[in-house]
């Protein structure tokens, strides 16, 4: 079989192809979904195994390339670190025919390839994505997580936002209960933006401010784009946490979405960050080196989802700049 492999990481390229090679497979390699889809274009191939995290272009978007060129399409399956049952459905959506979570042993590569096969052959590979009727807010929405650092750095970032009527703000900051509701006044200071503690069932309007309050998880439902609270239990141990706010914005966005993660102590946004990057959204990193605690930012680019990476003084200006690029952008679809 000829199988194209398309993976940024030397290593785990490398053990690819000494698998598939061993295993007397054809293999030809591409460092990112970029190079894939060129060498898809130009020859077929029986097997696509490509990572979901790459640079220029992701695994998700890929496969969705993929199906949707109308050339004869492979078994396509992703391959990433985000071993959830959402990354699953995520990477299924997309056209994939099947997800494998890293790390991985030999056997379950090969296992996965034969069974996809003989179901592809029986034309039951994956459809593509459905259409769900669901029309995407007009509006972009912009993520924002901090933790240990996160009253000063968040106010430093907001005032240098722009007031805009483009996009709506989420924002999980990690503390207690006490600390949203002192907190709230000072960032309404900073900004022209109205600024409110997320309620449930709340409304999202364009141009305003929304803080996660304590002990509960903020998400928007993307059905009728409005604010929910859940007593879900804790992710990353905090509550609110990003993930889940993060995840919800790439179901009701899709690309029209911006993450940023800022100062903080663990990982909390990281994997919820690639669920904005791999819809097509736009995932920025506060610079570590001008964090107060570097852990939340610096796990984003070391999973090499970060698109920008901006020190703290100018993140308000880079957030706003992306703003109006990407409402220009999407300005025929509002």
């Given at each position: 079989m000829k199988i194209l492999i398309a993976e940024d990481d030397l290593v785990s390229r490398t053990l690819l192809e000494k698998i598939l090679f061993k295993a007397g497979h054809e293999v030809v390699s591409a460092r990112n979904g970029a190079e894939a889809w060129e060498l898809f274009k130009r020859s077929p191939f029986d097997v696509l195994l490509t990572d979901w995290m790459m640079p220029e272009m992701d695994g998700i978007e890929l496969a969705q390339r993929v199906r949707r060129s109308?050339?004869?399409?492979?078994?396509?399956?992703?391959?990433?670190?985000?071993?959830l049952r959402e990354a699953r459905a995520r990477a299924l959506d997309s056209g994939a025919d099947?997800?494998?979570?890293?790390?991985?042993?030999?056997?379950?590569?090969?296992?996965?390839?034969?069974?996809?096969?003989?179901?592809?052959?029986?034309?039951?590979?994956?459809a593509a994505p459905r259409a769900t009727g669901f029309r995407l807010p007009n509006m972009i929405a912009v993520g924002v997580a901090a933790s240990t650092g996160g009253p000063p750095t968040l106010l430093k970032l907001f005032s240098g936002i722009e007031a805009t009527a483009d996009a709506a703000f989420f924002v999980v900051l990690h503390g207690p209960v006490w600390l949203f509701e002192t907190f709230l006044?000072?960032?309404?200071?900073?900004?022209?933006?109205?600024?409110?503690?997320?309620?449930?069932?709340?409304?999202?309007?364009?141009g305003e401010i929304y803080l996660a309050p304590g002990g509960r998880h903020m998400v928007v439902d993307a059905q009728r784009a409005v604010i929910r609270l859940n007593d879900d239990p804790e992710e990353n141990y905090v509550k609110p946490a990003a993930d889940p706010l993060f995840r919800s914005l790439a179901r009701a966005f899709g690309r029209r979405t911006i993450g940023v993660v800022a100062t903080g102590m663990g990982?909390?946004?990281?994997?919820?960050?690639?669920?904005?990057?791999?819809?097509?959204?736009?995932?920025?990193?506060?610079?570590?080196?001008?964090?107060?605690?570097?852990?939340?930012?610096?796990?984003?680019?070391?999973?090499?989802?970060?698109?920008?990476?901006s020190p703290l003084d100018s993140l308000g200006g880079v957030v706003s700049g992306n703003i109006k690029k990407m409402a220009k952008e999407f300005a025929r679809e509002f």
């Open positions: 109308g050339l004869p399409a492979p078994l396509i399956i992703v391959i990433t670190a985000l071993a099947d997800y494998l979570a890293k790390p991985y042993a030999p056997e379950e590569v090969l296992s996965l390839m034969d069974s996809g096969l003989r179901r592809l052959r029986q034309g039951g590979g994956a006044p000072r960032l309404q200071a900073q900004t022209a933006m109205k600024v409110s503690l997320g309620e449930d069932g709340l409304s999202v309007r364009p990982r909390d946004g990281t994997i919820g960050a690639g669920y904005l990057a791999a819809g097509g959204g736009l995932v920025i990193a506060q610079d570590p080196a001008t964090a107060i605690l570097p852990s939340m930012p610096q796990s984003v680019i070391d999973l090499r989802i970060a698109k920008i990476i």
